[in-house]
C-alpha cells in the first residue's frame, strides 16, 4: 500500500534511527542535553530567532505561543480555516481563553484592507485583538504557501498596531523551498513554530522560536503542560537529521507535480483538482458519495488517500514516497477517476 493520507505517516529512515544510537543525551530539563541544546540553538540561528524550544507537537507549540501573547477574553486574528482555530480540539478556550476573528482571506492570504479595518475597529467597544496569526503553507487550501512578502506585510501591521505576529510554520519548510531566501523569520514575526514530524520525516516533535524572554516563558508552559521532557537527545537526533535533510522535500514537490499534471482533469469524476505547488493535491467532489467512491478504487489500486472534509480527498506526498510508485499513483488516479464501480 502506499499511504497518502498525509506527510505525517512517515517512519524514521534507517540512517535516521543510526543518529538515534548515537545521540549525546543529557537531562534537558537542567538544560544539560547536548543534542537538544544544539538543535534549539541550530533552528533558532536558521531561521533568525534569539532562542528556541523543543516541544512535543505543533498544537503545543500553537498553543504556548498563544498562552504568551494574549489574557483570557483577547483576540487572536486568524482565517476561518486556519489549523489554530479548527483543528486543535478547542485548546486555545481552554487553555489561554482566547477567542478567533476570522478575516476575508485568499489561500491563507489576507486581505490587508479588511485586516486594518478589523484591527481599527477593535479599539473602540470590541475585544481586544492581541494576536495576528498566519499559517504557512496553509492547509485547508491545499498547502499554499504564503509569500514572504505578505509575512512582512503582516509584520509591519502587528508592529504599528501593538500585535504579536504568530506564525503556524507547520510545514514552513515546504514554503522555504519555493521561496529559498524567505528564511529569516525572525526579523518579521514574534513567534514560530515548525514540525519536524509532518514532511521532515521524524517520529516526534516540533520547534517553537522567539525572542529570549519568550523562550524563557514557554519554558514555564511547556512544564505546566506536562511537556518537560529529560534524556530527549533520542528524539532531537532525528528532528537534527531531518532538519538538516530538508532538501529531501524537493523530490515531494517534484512527485506531486509530476501526478498533478498527469491528471486528465476533464469529465471525471471530481469536480476539482487543486495544486498549490507544495506536496499535496485536492481533489473535490460534488458530493460527498463522489468521493467516497473515488477514495474506495485508489484503495482497489493500493492507494490510500485521506478525507479534508467530506467532499474533499487528499493525496500528500512525503519522503515515504519513491520515484519509481509514481506511475502506479498516475494509473490508480486514472482508473478511480471515472464513476463506474
Ligand atoms: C497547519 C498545522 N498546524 C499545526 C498542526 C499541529 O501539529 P501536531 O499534529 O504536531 O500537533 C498541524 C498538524 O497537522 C498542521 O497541519
Redesign the pocket.
Same mark, same amino acid.
Given at each position: 500500500m502506499i499511504d497518502l493520507r498525509?506527510d !505525517?505517516v512517515t517512519k524514521p529512515s534507517k540512517e535516521m534511527l543510526q543518529k538515534v544510537l548515537e545521540a549525546e543525551v543529557g537531562d534537558d530539563e537542567y538544560k544539560e542535553d547536548p543534542t537538544v541544546n544544539s538543535l534549539e540553538e541550530y533552528c533558532s540561528e536558521l531561521m533568525g530567532f534569539e532562542d528556541g524550544l523543543f516541544v512535543?507537537? +505543533?498544537?503545543?507549540?500553537?498553543q504556548i505561543s498563544l498562552l504568551i501573547h494574549t489574557n483570557p477574553g483577547e483576540e487572536v486574528i486568524t482565517t476561518k480555516d486556519?489549523?489554530?482555530k479548527n483543528?486543535?480540539h478547542g485548546a486555545a478556550a481552554f487553555l489561554s481563553r482566547t477567542q478567533f476573528r476570522d478575516i476575508k482571506s485568499t489561500d491563507g492570504v489576507y486581505d490587508n484592507e479588511s485586516l486594518m479595518e478589523t484591527i481599527q475597529e477593535s479599539k473602540i467597544n470590541k475585544p481586544l485583538i492581541k494576536v495576528l496569526a498566519t499559517?504557512n !503553507?496553509?492547509?485547508a487550501s491545499g498547502g499554499s504557501v504564503i509569500p514572504y512578502e505578505h509575512i512582512k506585510a503582516l509584520s509591519e501591521i502587528s508592529n504599528s498596531n501593538g500585535l504579536k505576529l504568530h506564525v503556524?510554520g507547520?510545514?514552513i519548510w515546504h514554503a522555504i523551498l519555493t521561496e529559498p531566501n524567505s528564511v529569516k523569520y525572525g526579523n518579521y514575526c514574534d513567534s514560530l !513554530?515548525f514540525?519536524f514530524?509532518?514532511g521532515l520525516g521524524a517520529p516526534i +516533535?516540533?520547534m517553537l522560536l522567539g525572542n529570549k524572554k519568550f523562550i524563557s516563558e514557554a519554558r514555564e508552559f511547556r512544564k505546566k503542560l506536562g511537556g518537560g521532557m529529560r534524556q530527549v537527545g533520542i528524539i532531537a537526533s532525528a528532528a537534527r537529521f531531518a532538519i538538516d535533510n530538508r532538501n529531501n522535500l524537493i523530490k515531494d514537490h517534484e512527485l506531486a507535480s509530476l501526478v498533478n499534471n498527469s491528471i486528465d482533469k476533464e469529465n471525471r469524476s471530481f469536480h476539482t483538482v487543486t495544486y498549490k505547488d507544495t506536496n499535496m493535491i485536492f481533489f473535490r467532489f460534488d458530493t460527498p458519495s463522489n468521493a467516497e467512491i473515488f477514495r474506495k478504487k485508489l484503495e482497489d489500486k493500493n492507494i490510500i488517500s485521506g478525507y479534508i472534509k467530506k467532499d474533499v480527498i487528499r493525496l500528500v506526498f512525503h519522503q515515504d514516497v519513491e520515484s519509481h510508485q509514481v506511475n502506479n499513483i498516475i494509473e490508480a488516479i486514472d482508473y478511480s477517476s471515472s464513476l463506474d464501480i
Amino acid at each position: 500500500m502506499i499511504d497518502l493520507r498525509s506527510d !505525517t505517516v512517515t517512519k524514521p529512515s534507517k540512517e535516521m534511527l543510526q543518529k538515534v544510537l548515537e545521540a549525546e543525551v543529557g537531562d534537558d530539563e537542567y538544560k544539560e542535553d547536548p543534542t537538544v541544546n544544539s538543535l534549539e540553538e541550530y533552528c533558532s540561528e536558521l531561521m533568525g530567532f534569539e532562542d528556541g524550544l523543543f516541544v512535543s507537537s +505543533g498544537l503545543m507549540g500553537n498553543q504556548i505561543s498563544l498562552l504568551i501573547h494574549t489574557n483570557p477574553g483577547e483576540e487572536v486574528i486568524t482565517t476561518k480555516d486556519s489549523h489554530i482555530k479548527n483543528y486543535e480540539h478547542g485548546a486555545a478556550a481552554f487553555l489561554s481563553r482566547t477567542q478567533f476573528r476570522d478575516i476575508k482571506s485568499t489561500d491563507g492570504v489576507y486581505d490587508n484592507e479588511s485586516l486594518m479595518e478589523t484591527i481599527q475597529e477593535s479599539k473602540i467597544n470590541k475585544p481586544l485583538i492581541k494576536v495576528l496569526a498566519t499559517e504557512n !503553507t496553509h492547509l485547508a487550501s491545499g498547502g499554499s504557501v504564503i509569500p514572504y512578502e505578505h509575512i512582512k506585510a503582516l509584520s509591519e501591521i502587528s508592529n504599528s498596531n501593538g500585535l504579536k505576529l504568530h506564525v503556524d510554520g507547520a510545514r514552513i519548510w515546504h514554503a522555504i523551498l519555493t521561496e529559498p531566501n524567505s528564511v529569516k523569520y525572525g526579523n518579521y514575526c514574534d513567534s514560530l !513554530t515548525f514540525c519536524f514530524s509532518k514532511g521532515l520525516g521524524a517520529p516526534i +516533535g516540533s520547534m517553537l522560536l522567539g525572542n529570549k524572554k519568550f523562550i524563557s516563558e514557554a519554558r514555564e508552559f511547556r512544564k505546566k503542560l506536562g511537556g518537560g521532557m529529560r534524556q530527549v537527545g533520542i528524539i532531537a537526533s532525528a528532528a537534527r537529521f531531518a532538519i538538516d535533510n530538508r532538501n529531501n522535500l524537493i523530490k515531494d514537490h517534484e512527485l506531486a507535480s509530476l501526478v498533478n499534471n498527469s491528471i486528465d482533469k476533464e469529465n471525471r469524476s471530481f469536480h476539482t483538482v487543486t495544486y498549490k505547488d507544495t506536496n499535496m493535491i485536492f481533489f473535490r467532489f460534488d458530493t460527498p458519495s463522489n468521493a467516497e467512491i473515488f477514495r474506495k478504487k485508489l484503495e482497489d489500486k493500493n492507494i490510500i488517500s485521506g478525507y479534508i472534509k467530506k467532499d474533499v480527498i487528499r493525496l500528500v506526498f512525503h519522503q515515504d514516497v519513491e520515484s519509481h510508485q509514481v506511475n502506479n499513483i498516475i494509473e490508480a488516479i486514472d482508473y478511480s477517476s471515472s464513476l463506474d464501480i
